[in-house]
T-cell receptor, first 112, second 112 residues
Framework: GNSVTQMEGPVTLSEEAFLTINCTYTATGYPSLFWYVQYPGEGLQLLLKATKADDKGSNKGFEATYRKETTSFHLEKGSVQVSDSAVYFCALTLSGNTPLVFGKGTRLSVIA | DSGVTQTPKHLITATGQRVTLRCSPRSGDLSVYWYQQSLDQGLQFLIQYYNGEERAKGNILERFSAQQFPDLHSELNLSSLELGDSALYFC???????????FGPGTRLTVL
């Protein structure tokens, strides 16, 4: 079946540190890949996406590259801020208008 | 603000009761998805509607049902509630062609 595996949290970093959250997937076909972020007490917000191999999604200093050869979509940010503290979810969908399959989420805490 | 609205924001009820959660998709979006977020199960897809018709079913219990109305809003009905149904319930919507889903703020259900 289709699945997403992301690194277990929680991840605690100091402000301005480099962030990587690993995400790998298993899919039948060619999925679109997403990172969603959930801030405390809020819903899910789309952070970035990539729809085909070698695409790079980016937003708010976050980046992720769709790597078909390693079936990965790792999230990176060069310098995290306290305001980035949230839970990050990696997800895939197989085609337009199909349900998302989520990873378990990674909680990030950034301390000043 | 994603443009997806959900009501109510919080719901507290007793075991055995029935509740209805409401979702209004973004203007023009034909697809509505329901997801459940719980601590032990993570984010799970429940059911999808497209332009009034059921499109896909996930891990939805028989005690749960949903529908999408002609104005495209959707309702999720949960009956014979159990303690384990306590969770955050999210609605998401997407347009007919792009596969990006936009999430509402969620309804937090507490079953006592």
């Amino acid at each position: 079946g289709n699945s997403v595996t992301q690194m277990e949290g929680p991840v605690t970093l100091s402000e301005e540190a480099f962030l990587t959250i690993n995400c790998t997937y298993t899919a039948t076909g060619y999925p679109s890949l997403f990172w969603y972020v959930q801030y405390p007490g809020e819903g899910l917000q789309l952070l970035l996406k990539a729809t085909k191999a070698d695409d790079k999604g980016s937003n708010k200093g976050f980046e992720a590259t769709y790597r078909k050869e390693t079936t990965s979509f790792h999230l990176e940010k060069g310098s995290v801020q306290v305001s980035d503290s949230a839970v990050y979810f990696c997800a895939l969908t197989l085609s337009g208008n199909t349900p998302l399959v989520f990873g378990k989420g990674t909680r990030l805490s950034v301390i000043a | 603000d994603s443009g997806v609205t959900q009501t109510p924001k919080h719901l507290i009820t007793a075991t055995g009761q029935r509740v209805t959660l409401r979702c209004s998709p973004r203007s023009g979006d034909l697809s509505v998805y329901w997801y459940q977020q719980s601590l032990d199960q993570g984010l799970q897809f429940l059911i999808q509607y497209y332009n009034g018709e059921e499109r896909a079913k996930g891990n939805i219990l028989e005690r749960f049902s949903a529908q999408q109305f002609p104005d495209l809003h959707s309702e999720l009905n949960l009956s014979s509630l159990e303690l384990g149904d306590s969770a955050l319930y999210f609605c998401a919507s997407s347009a007919s062609v792009p596969d990006t889903q936009y999430f509402g703020p969620g309804t937090r259900l507490t079953v006592l």
